[in-house]
């Protein structure tokens, strides 16, 4: 079975990536033709302002790719830039699916919420005023052609004046608060780019006419889009695209530091780029049970983040004993995550020196990707011949 997921380049990988995402990919590579894309034109729908790092992050993905595992002896690892037929197939694909496919898509959906209160607010404030406008030019003394027309068009005038206005700072930011909207939101988010990128994401999937796509639950609409499209293209040119199955993989809620989901944003990550001193300041750092407040207290290992990584990383023969001594209390917090931490760098260890040595040399990365991208190119390339050729293209 061809098997196809990838990542956007958004920085160095945490402990959540690898328990939701990569320890599946690494399963899946023993037994299945696999390719993995570090989607860089992705990262530019919502990071296209800022593009300093983009070409370090691309590489300090790749080495914790190869560090934790994948191989590119058994998978491909390719760069989603470096095969710019997925640029001719987006364009192709742009034209033939309908925009109200992709303004159902939930994260679009959920983004452009805010937009839609600055309508509703935007009709609020036009109806209130049309009285006031039909007055004002009731009393002019000139004639008017075309009362109805000059009317809207002054509507439109004051109207995109006022949500400018809002925009600008200029009303209560009260106000803007209670209405949920913001400024980059608003001016930042909602792109032609961002609109399209579920497109962008069953080209990645289909042009290398993959069976199957590792994903999490909320990314279920999008494959369900990927099958759309694919379904439409075969009905108007013929049959070309098998339609993607999603491999539905249970992510486990990977908790941080300080008992959230582990996050980039929240600053309550473990990465694998730490160095021990790092991870075990951060592991002495976590939130515990909050009713156990010094030995001797019982706690509650099935409310503790840190009891969830005895679980993931200490020897389960241990892991019993620490549930009963954390119950009664026989177990304080300091030495249950010093033992955490130790069960935690013994996984961690031989990834970090596998890093050390990837990131000794600066082309590693580079080559693995440019021989990555060129097998992946051969079979891009063939798809893309057939959709010309069924299409009736030169
Ligand atoms: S003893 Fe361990 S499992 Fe129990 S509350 Fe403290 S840190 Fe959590």
């Not at 293209?233 to 013929?238: M, P, R």
Request: a neutral charge.
């Amino acid at each position: 079975m061809r098997v196809l997921s990838g990542m956007r380049p958004t920085g160095k990988l945490h402990l959540g990536h690898y328990l939701g995402v990569i320890k599946n990919w690494i399963s899946l590579q023993k037994d299945h033709e696999t390719f993995f894309m570090v989607a860089d034109w992705h990262a530019l729908t919502t990071g296209y302002k800022d593009t300093k790092h983009i070409k370090d992050n691309i590489r300090q993905l790749v080495i914790d790719w190869i560090a934790l595992g994948l191989d590119p002896e058994k998978s491909v690892l390719f760069l989603q830039s470096m095969v710019k037929e997925h640029a001719e197939l987006f364009l192709l694909f742009a034209m033939i699916t309908p925009k109200s496919w992709l303004e159902w898509n939930p994260t679009y959906k959920d983004t452009k919420y805010n937009l839609l209160r600055i309508h509703d607010l935007e009709l609020t404030f036009r109806g209130g005023l049309r009285d006031l406008v039909k007055e004002f030019l009731a009393r002019q003394p000139f004639r008017v052609e075309d009362t109805e027309a000059l009317e809207e068009d002054l509507l439109d005038v004051i109207a995109q004046a006022f949500v400018k206005a809002l925009f600008d700072g200029k009303l209560d930011k009260e106000m803007l608060r209670k209405l949920n909207v913001s400024k980059r939101e608003f001016y930042e988010v909602d792109t032609y780019g961002f609109l399209g990128y579920p497109v962008l994401q069953a080209v990645d999937i289909l042009l290398y006419k993959a069976e199957a796509v590792p994903v999490g639950e909320d990314q279920l609409p999008h494959i369900e889009l990927t099958r759309e499209i694919a379904r439409r293209f075969n009905h108007l040119y013929g049959e070309t695209f098998p339609e993607p199955q999603a491999l539905l993989t249970e992510t486990p809620r990977v908790p941080g530091t300080d008992g959230r989901k582990m996050s980039k944003s929240y600053g309550n990550a473990i990465y694998f780029a730490d160095s021990e001193e790092e991870v075990k300041k951060k592991v002495m750092s976590f939130f515990t049970d909050p009713q156990k407040l010094r030995k001797g207290d019982p706690g509650r290992p099935e409310i503790c983040p840190v009891f969830m990584y005895h679980k993931l990383f200490t020897p389960h023969e241990k892991v019993e004993e620490i549930e009963r001594d954390c119950r009664s209390g026989k177990l304080g917090c300091v030495d249950c995550k010093r033992m955490m931490w130790e069960g935690l760098e013994t996984f961690l260890r031989p990834i970090r020196e596998k890093r050390r040595e990837v990131e000794k040399s600066a082309h590693y990365v580079w080559d693995i990707l440019t021989e990555g991208s060129r097998r992946a190119r051969e079979l891009a390339q063939r798809t893309l011949q057939e959709v010309r050729e069924k299409m009736n293209l030169p």
